[in-house]
Structures are given as C-alpha cells and as structure tokens.
C-alpha cells in the first residue's frame, strides 16, 4: 500500500504530464506557476500599507496564510501525494476562515450571533473545524465545495455594490470577476476536458488557474479593505488608488485612508 506522502498517491492528478520536465517535479508547469502568490502577498502588504499601519492583524494573516497556500500548492503539484492535497485544500479553507472572521461585514451576520464579531469568529471556527474533519471523508469534492465560496462572495460584492456609488470600485469588481471567470474556466477547463488538450498537446490550464485566481485575489483584498475601513473605521474614508498610475492601461488597485474632517 502506497505511504499518503508517496509520489502520486493523490485523488486527483491534474492534465499536465507528470515527470516531462523534471525526474523530481511531477508537474513542472503547475508548481512553478504558484510563485503568483509569493508576488501577492509582499504587494497587498506594500500597496495597502496605510490601512495596515491602522490594523496590521488582518492583512499581516492572510497574506501570511497566502503564502503558506502557494507553499502546501508546490508541494502537491510536486509530490501529487495525498497529504500534499489535503494540505492545498486545507490551507484554502483556513485563509478563506480567517479572511471571513476578520472582514466579513456585519450587517450580514447570523441572527443569533448578535452582531457580535467575537461570536461570529466562534462560529467561523467551529465550521471551519467540522468541514477540516469532513474534508478527509471524499477528498475529490474539496476543491468543488471550495470554488463554491466564489459565489458567496459574488453574492456579498453584488450587495455590496448596490449600496455604493463610487465608479472606480464598480470598475475593481468588475475586473476582479473578469479574472476570477477567466480563472475558474481554466480551473474546469483543466478537469473536465483534459482528453482535448493533450489532444493538442497543450494541458497548462491548471497553471493559468494559479496565475489568474491569484490576479482576482490582487482585486478582491483591496476590495474587501475598502468596505472594512467604510464599515468599521468612520474616522476615515477609504480611497481607491491604482499603481503605478492612473493613466496606465494595466493597473493594480490599492487603498489609501483620508481622514474626513482634513478634506474642508
Ligand atoms: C469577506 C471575505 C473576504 C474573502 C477574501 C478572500 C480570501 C481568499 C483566500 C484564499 C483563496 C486562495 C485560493 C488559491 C488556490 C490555490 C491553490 C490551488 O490552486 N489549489 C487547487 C489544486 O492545486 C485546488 O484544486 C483549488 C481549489 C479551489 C479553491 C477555490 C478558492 C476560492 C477562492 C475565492 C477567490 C475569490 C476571488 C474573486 C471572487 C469573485
Ligand atoms: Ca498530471
Ligand atoms: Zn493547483
């Protein structure tokens, strides 16, 4: 019986062909692609430092976290074992945990935790727990349930942009979901129709999903920062800059903090 941390002892095996470029790397492409998010971090970290002068824990955790995904991703797409695939898909669901419990706006708590961010942290835990536990009874259908967070938070950006007026966040979203459609097409692309790209000896969508989900992630933190500092920081308003400047056709967003009362 293979050990779970043997070579290819994982559900899944992606498109690209194992060992073509390397006798140590099963699938070469795929795991160099996750340097994506050790470029995200140091620039969500760099960009958006006036919000995390104000409050360094939630950033400073999950670009940390970020970086321990793009680890636990290179692992597995080196190894493609079984423990290298639970610690991919873990390491997603906890960032996405801790992302929740410290960004997750409170108007739309549940009821019963009493608008409490203590409570609800709680509840974030305790459903991150069972669906850790969970996770190792049909490892296949992790990464399904996984993708299905992006609809939740579709869901939160639609409502949230309903509420706003303010053209150059309409304009981040909507290049945040361009990424994230382009991404999780690949994503599919990669898992259900691998027959036609070996067909035409082209199986790198996996390693495009690795750049363009982490592109989306670029959109979507600034994002959630801005509605964090509108919600929860009133002595400031958030502002949405884009480096290296607006006038560049390619353009990544970042927050800035103007404190109100200096305006007049
Ligand atoms: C109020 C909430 C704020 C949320 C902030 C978002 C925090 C994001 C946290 C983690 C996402 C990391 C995803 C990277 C995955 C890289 C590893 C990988 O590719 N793993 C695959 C196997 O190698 C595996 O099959 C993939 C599983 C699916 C992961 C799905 C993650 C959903 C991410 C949602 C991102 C939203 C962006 C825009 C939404 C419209
Ligand atoms: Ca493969
Ligand atoms: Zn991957």
């Not at 999950?62 to 970086?67: A, D, T």
């Not at 958030?238 to 607006?246: A, F, G, Q, T």
């Amino acid at each position: 019986m293979p050990s779970i941390f043997s070579y290819e002892s994982a559900e899944v095996d992606w498109c690209e062909s194992n060992f073509v470029r390397s006798a140590v790397i099963a699938e070469y492409y795929n795991t160099i692609s996750n340097v994506s998010f050790f470029l995200l971090s140091p620039a969500l970290l760099y960009l958006n430092r006036q919000y995390c002068q104000k409050k360094a824990v939630p950033l400073y955790f999950v670009s940390g976290l970020l970086i321990l995904v793009g680890l636990f991703s290179m692992y597995f797409h080196m190894t493609l074992s079984y423990v290298g695939q639970l610690l991919d898909e873990l390491s997603i669901l906890w960032t996405l945990a801790v992302a929740y419990s410290f960004w997750y706006p409170q108007a739309y708590f549940p009821n019963f935790s009493g608008g409490n961010r203590r409570h609800f942290f709680w509840l974030t835990g305790i459903t991150t727990v069972i669906s850790t536990l969970m996770s190792f009874v049909k490892p296949t259908l992790n990464a399904y349930a996984l993708n299905c967070i992006a609809f939740h938070l579709l869901y939160l950006t639609r409502k949230e942009l309903k509420k706003c007026n303010d053209k150059r966040v309409h304009r981040m979203a909507a290049v945040m979901v361009m990424w994230w459609a382009l991404a999780i097409t690949s994503w599919i692309s990669d898992r259900w129709l691998c027959w036609l790209w070996q067909a035409i000896n082209f199986p790198y969508f996996h390693s495009f999903w690795h750049v363009l989900i982490a592109l989306s992630l670029l959109y979507c933190c600034p994002l959630v920062i801005y509605f964090d500092v509108s919600y929860e920081m009133p002595s400031f308003k958030p502002k949405l800059e884009y480096w290296p400047s607006d006038s560049w056709p390619v353009v990544v967003p970042y927050v800035t903090l103007e404190e109100p009362h200096k305006q007049c």
